[in-house]
Structures are given as structure tokens and as C-alpha cells.
T-cell receptor, first 109, second 115 residues
Framework: DAKTTQPTSMDCAEGRAANLPCNHS???????VYWYRQIHSQGPQYIIH???NNETNEMASLIITEDRKSSTLILPHATLRDTAVYYC??????????FGKGTMLLVSP | GAGVSQSPSNKVTEKGKDVELRCDPI?????LYWYRQRLGQGLEFLIY????????KSGLPSDRFSAERTGESVSTLTIQRTQQEDSAVYLC?????????????FGNGTRLTVT
């Protein structure tokens, strides 16, 4: 899988938008960008994924740059329960699925 | 709807004993995966099932590890003669298919501790 780079940690005030960046400059044309999060002692939770176009679902929005070398996950109205480690993954196959260090998002009151 | 269910959530066993871990995938998901996550480390692929095809066992670390799946439903991961290095969280995931456009949905895992 292509390598991704994310900030180690970010802070966000409750109710504000959380924008989590990810660089994936070596992504290839048929690889998808996936976002997962993991709250302590739970399994990874799927959030959203995309190939080229921006995507939105009930949890978040995903903005992918035109050259596909970076993306941003947006949680529009962060809550305390959104505090977790967020992983940006470039997915090319289940056997090589890797979760890097991720970004620890801390949402504060 | 119901997500991926794993049981037990925690298992403590003595070195040398056999353990069996269970996974109930999301209904309708044809693909099922087992991963291992050691403390502070990333995911390690173990085995993958897709429909009636032969499973991909390329990630199993030794012949002490085996897994079965009945049709497109429950899967069990068996570890024989457990060793202390087997201590980890064992995660199961399922997906609608195996395309890159099919998200994997994970259970909360079974935390295995071998004493």
C-alpha cells in the first residue's frame, strides 16, 4: 500500500469542524483512499472512502485533491465522542492493509 | 444494523492450551478476514475467505493457526498449543466483496492473553 503521512495529533473544540489532513503522494491510479478511526479497546471503525471525487456520508466528508496526492477528512460538527485515532489508508488489497500511526484527535468541551 | 460480532471479547489461557475465537460477520457479506494486532503495532493479516473459494491462508504465522468458515456465515479461528507470543487482539472483518471499493467492517476483537 502507498505510504500516508498524517499529523501526530490535533485538537478541536466541540461543535466546530475538524479537518484532518493526509498526504499520499505515491498513490497509484486504482487505489482508494479510506479513513478509519479507532477508539481505545474497540476495533477500527470505517468512516468513508473515495477514489477521485469528493464524498459525503452521515459521518463525514472526504475532500481529495485533483492530483490525488492528498486528502482531508472533515467532521462537520465534532463531538466529544469523536475523540479517537484517525487513520488514512491507501487501499490496494486486504493482505497488505496497513494502519500507520494515524492522527490522535482530541475534542474538547 | 448489526455489525461484526466477535466472541469472547477477552480470553485468558495458559500456555499450551488450545483456544477458539468466533466471528459473526454482517449478514450478506461474502468476504471475511482475520487480522492480528499486537500491542502498539499495526494490523497483521492472517486469513481471508470469499464465498466458496479456497481461503487465502498466506498470513497464518504457523501450522498452529487454522480457521474455518461455514458458507457465508460464522467463522472460527483456532490456535493450538498457544504460546505467549500469540497474545494480541484478534480482529475479524467482513465486506460485501473483495473489490477495492468495498469497505472492511471490523468487530471489536478478541483480546487473547496467554500466561
Amino acid at each position: 500500500d502507498a505510504k500516508t503521512t498524517q499529523p501526530t495529533s490535533m485538537d478541536c473544540a466541540e461543535g466546530r469542524a475538524a479537518n484532518l489532513p493526509c498526504n499520499h503522494s505515491t498513490i497509484s491510479g486504482n487505489e482508494y483512499v479510506y479513513w478509519y478511526r479507532q477508539i481505545h479497546s474497540q476495533g477500527p471503525q470505517y468512516i468513508i472512502h473515495g477514489l477521485k471525487n469528493n464524498e459525503t456520508n452521515e459521518m463525514a466528508s472526504l475532500i481529495i485533491t485533483e492530483d490525488r496526492k492528498s486528502s482531508t477528512l472533515i467532521l462537520p460538527h465534532a463531538t466529544l465522542r469523536d475523540t479517537a485515532v484517525y487513520y488514512c489508508i491507501v487501499f490496494s488489497g486486504y493482505s497488505t492493509l496497513t494502519f500507520g500511526k494515524g492522527t490522535m484527535l482530541l475534542v474538547s468541551p | 444494523g448489526a455489525g461484526v460480532s466477535q466472541s469472547p471479547s477477552n480470553k485468558v489461557t495458559e500456555k499450551g492450551k488450545d483456544v477458539e475465537l468466533r466471528c459473526d460477520p454482517i449478514s450478506g457479506h461474502t468476504a471475511l478476514y482475520w487480522y492480528r494486532q499486537r500491542l502498539g503495532q499495526g494490523l497483521e493479516f492472517l486469513i481471508y475467505f470469499q464465498g466458496n473459494s479456497a481461503p487465502d491462508k498466506s498470513g497464518l504465522p504457523s501450522d498452529r493457526f487454522s480457521a474455518e468458515r461455514t458458507g457465508e456465515s460464522v467463522s472460527t479461528l483456532t490456535i493450538q498449543r498457544t504460546q505467549q507470543e500469540d497474545s494480541a487482539v484478534y480482529l475479524c472483518a467482513s465486506s460485501l466483496g473483495t473489490e477495492r471499493n468495498s469497505p472492511l467492517h471490523f468487530g471489536n476483537g478478541t483480546r487473547l492473553t496467554v500466561t
